[in-house]
């Protein structure tokens, strides 16, 4: 009986002290297990992961040997990639949501500040570069490839019309460093009697039309900047794009980013004006950024030629402006071919290439958005002196302040252009380079203003 009971208290005292012992010890050791858990979780989530991305790398590759092998058209392989690539990133995407929950699940039981989020806040932005039958693409190409800051930041598509050979040859040689698509059509088109010796830009107008509708509608870029195989690039090329970039987001009336100065002969420019951005009613094109909302507006009208002069109609243009740079950040090479050759001869190739780099993505820009830019540009010309021609030509002005020529007609605004070196023509109505109708360049060493008068109200499109 003692010993029963004895026995029994024993027990007793046991099961207690087990029991306290779990009490005390219980939460501390929950608390580490559960880390336990969330990092085996993460870990398992984190091999998840790489496993999907293998699969996928695998599936990808598969497709991309299966469609080689059969040979199909490249639209039909960039769309089943490109939806292996969505479906990828999708799942992706998922993982990594749950991985960072975990992730937070974590940090909190530990204490720690979430670590900072990788978010990828930089455009991605296409080269569009246009070919046909010159085989010295690949001086352009071979400087963007260079230049290039990143190659998933701005990957290049080069779009090749004419089928001609030694150019394919030399663009397949870039293997992945780009895309290469072949513009399908090459019909003949028709082209009325009259307009037969300019089928060249009919032919030009057809490209212009399928590749933005590749890069935009099938690739699905949001942007892109259209090179053309004949130009060089300066050093901060990307650079301008990519700091110019969140203008002609923010700015609705802004279309266009342009590398091209169209007065940008070294005579006309500031040479230490490296920085010196503007905006110009002009559309400049060679070597510009437009957005995929641009083209959609544009696309579904886009003409059978000239597209140049077309896109600067004031039906197409909506009294919207194009940031353009005081120094060229692109310059022809010549061109043999649809453009005429004495063009280039007596004034294309004056064009100075800007050649410092300029860190133009942390600088402040917002001067150039409209509501900014308008009243202090409209303060500095009609606020400056009123020089005459001779007088400018004398030299015997004070440097440092800008001076204005006035201009009332279209032949005054002809004759002082001449006179100056300027380009003297119009595109409906807009002389190159201006802005409200005022054409600013430099000239001897001051800053000039060709402008009309104060109370102008707007371009006449009989002035051509
Ligand atoms: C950028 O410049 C504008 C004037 O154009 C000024 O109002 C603004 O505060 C500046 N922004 C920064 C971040 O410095
Ligand atoms: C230019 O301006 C100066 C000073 O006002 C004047 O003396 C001269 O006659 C003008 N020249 C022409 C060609 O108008």
Redo the contacts with the bound molecule.
């Keep these: 009986m003692r010993k029963k009971s004895i026995s029994f208290i024993f027990a007793s005292l046991c099961v207690w002290g087990v029991i306290t012992y779990f009490l005390f010890l219980d939460r501390p050791i929950g608390k580490e297990q559960n880390k336990g858990n969330i990092a085996a979780k993460i870990r398992d989530i984190e091999e998840r992961v790489k496993e999907q991305f293998a699969e996928n790398k695998k599936l990808i590759q598969h497709l991309r040997g299966k469609l080689q092998d059969q040979n199909e058209a490249e639209n039909a392989e960039s769309t089943v990639v490109k939806n292996a690539e969505e479906a990828q990133n999708a799942e992706r995407d998922k993982l990594e949501a749950a991985e960072e929950d975990l992730k937070i699940q974590v940090d909190e039981a530990q204490h720690v500040a979430p670590e900072k989020s990788l978010t990828n806040e930089e455009p991605v932005i296409a080269v569009l570069v246009f070919s046909c039958n010159r085989v010295t693409v690949k001086r352009c190409l071979d400087q963007l490839i260079r230049l290039r800051p990143s190659a998933e930041q701005f990957p290049i598509i080069v779009s090749q019309d004419c089928e001609h050979e030694p150019t394919t040859n030399v663009i397949q040689s870039y293997g992945e460093q780009l895309t290469h698509i072949r513009q399908p059509d090459q019909s003949d088109i028709d082209i009325p009697p009259k307009e037969k010796k300019f089928k060249g830009y009919f032919k030009i107008a057809r490209h212009y039309g399928w590749a933005l509708n590749q890069v935009f509608l099938e690739f699905g870029f949001e942007t892109a900047i259209i090179v053309e195989d004949d130009l060089d690039v300066a050093p901060d090329f990307f650079e301008y794009f990519l700091g110019t970039y969140p203008l002609l987001v923010k700015d609705n009336s802004l279309w266009c980013i342009s590398a091209w100065n169209d007065n940008g002969k070294s005579e006309l420019v500031d040479d230490s004006g490296h920085h010196l951005l503007y905006r110009t009613d002009f559309f400049p094109g060679l070597g510009w950024m437009l957005t995929k909302d641009i083209w959609m507006e544009l696309g579904p009208k886009w003409p059978k030629s000239y597209w140049d002069d077309w896109i600067r109609k004031p039906e197409q243009r909506k009294d919207r402006a194009c940031i353009r740079p005081e120094l060229s950040r692109t310059r022809t090479f010549g061109k043999i071919g649809v453009s005429n050759g004495l063009f280039y001869e007596k004034h294309l190739k004056f064009i100075k290439l800007n050649d410092v780099f300029v860190p133009f993505t942390k600088m402040n820009l917002t001067y150039l958005l409209k509501d900014n830019y308008d009243m202090a540009f409209v303060n500095e010309v009609y606020q400056s002196r009123v020089?005459?021609?001779?007088?400018l030509k004398s030299d015997t002005l004070p440097k440092s302040s800008p001076v204005r020529i006035p201009y009332h007609t279209r032949q005054a605004y002809k004759n002082t252009a001449k006179m100056l070196g300027l380009m003297d023509d119009f595109r409906s109505g807009v002389p190159r380079t201006s802005y409200r109708g005022v054409v600013t360049f430099f000239y001897r060493g001051r800053r000039v203003h060709l402008a009309p008068n104060a109370n102008w109200a707007g371009y006449d499109i009989t002035w051509s």
């Design positions: 020089v005459n021609y001779s007088e």
